[in-house]
């Protein structure tokens, strides 16, 4: 865990599919405070769908969730959001930008596409995190994350609802972090 | 992703300005990193040096290149609760001569929508449509009023969302295809020319409403500020305004203007 703590990881990025939600609630309902860094979820949804999962999502904690929009501010302490129907990336000054552009492994948003950007952006302040999945998103932008100095953590496969996601991004990155979602937990409580 | 640094990125745009009169220095950093290095891949340059090169040897290129640095993804009936919200408006206000303007149309989905929607409450024929974009090469399918009839079966089910009736196809003409066509019995009279919203300045308007949908969010701050007064400049007092239903809009200088219609649909009247 020190070695975490000597990268100063502020962002956290938390890659989801199927099996997510229920993933992220666990880990939601687990946190009591974030004081120094921002959590971002980036979970594969349902398209046209108006779907108020921030709102769902609040019901598990009391740390301040919100839907990202467009040029929105990453501020410490907050949980943020992916819309639907948007690619979420990251401004170096520290904001959100979104895109409107063609679904990348299927999927918009696509995890990569965060990752990828976050890594940019960001470089050894991020933490990426890859949960339950169905597929494959993720995978790559796990690697993008290592090659700039992040931290990367994949849910432990045999916990996961479905284990295709977390299974691709260590079959991508061997030296990536094993963790389950009790151990997620921990760590980011740890790095307050 | 080819990874690009910051100021090759920078000087890369000014180039392009200089010698192309297209002004990207604006844009959203992050977006245009992602384009760039994908228009590399594309066009398959191995840094934006070659990329600048191939663009200054090879004049037609730039057709090619404008293709695809811009995102010119589009679809029938996007946020289907968006047309919900804003019909019932237009049923009440469409009157002889409406003006609509939709800038960044890219290739017309979004225009074929509304005309389609506004047929059926017997008001298209009011109105005239200009959708203008900076990629010529979209343009001139928007001209065509074709839809691709691999994405019928989404905007079907989109469609019955807004409208409650399953039946698009009623409204396009099939000859086995690959593209539907829109058929003649909808009216829509519409013009389509190249504009870039940068240049903040277009003799036409002021239109009774303007719908600009993810096309700001490609901007960073200052100049979505910029154009969105611009915008509103280019719309009647009364007139009525629609943005993206995730943009940032409210913090923008001339937002004092407006009235909120629908806050989550992100739909406006201008009141001053
Ligand atoms: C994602 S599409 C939006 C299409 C449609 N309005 C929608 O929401 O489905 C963005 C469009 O903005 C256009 N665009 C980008 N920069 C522009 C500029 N400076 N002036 C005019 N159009 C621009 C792009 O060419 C592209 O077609």
Known sequence: MLEYLEKLVNKIVIGASAGGIAAIRTILSGLTVLNSCSLII???????????LHELFQRFT????????????????KIYIAP?????????EGSFCLEADYRVNHSRPSIDVSFESAALAFGSSVCGILLSGANEDGAHGLKRIANHGGSIVVQEPSEAEFSKMPLS????????????LNEIINYIQFIQ | MLPLKSDEIQVFLKGLKLNFSLDFT???EASVHRRLSR??????????EELTQRLESDTNLLIEFLDQFTVNVTEMFRDPFFFQKLLPFLELEVKKDYCIWYPGCASGEEILSLAILLHRVKKLNYCKFTGTDLNEKVLERATKKWVKRRHIADYQRAFSQVTGD????????DDHSQ???LKKFVELKADYEVHDLVSLYWEKGPFDLIVCRNVLIYFNKELQDKVFSFLIDKLKIGGVIAFGSRESVFFCKSYNQLEVLDRDARIFRKIG
């Open chain 2, 39 to 48: 228009v590399c891949e594309q066009l398959e340059c191995d840094d934006l």
């Open chain 1, 169 to 180: 991004g260590l079959k991508e990155n061997p030296d990536g972090t094993i963790m389950t």
């Open chain 2, 179 to 181: 593209e539907l066509r």
């Open chain 2, 26 to 28: 604006e844009y959203s």
């Open chain 1, 84 to 92: 639907a129907n948007y690619h979420l990336l990251f401004e170096k």
């Open chain 1, 62 to 77: 009391t740390i301040p969730i919100l839907e990202v929009s467009d040029k929105m501010k990453l501020e410490m302490g």
């Open chain 1, 42 to 52: 980036v979970l594969h949804r349902m398209k046209n769908v108006e779907s108020q």
């Open chain 2, 166 to 173: 399953f039946d698009l196809l009623q409204y396009f003409e």
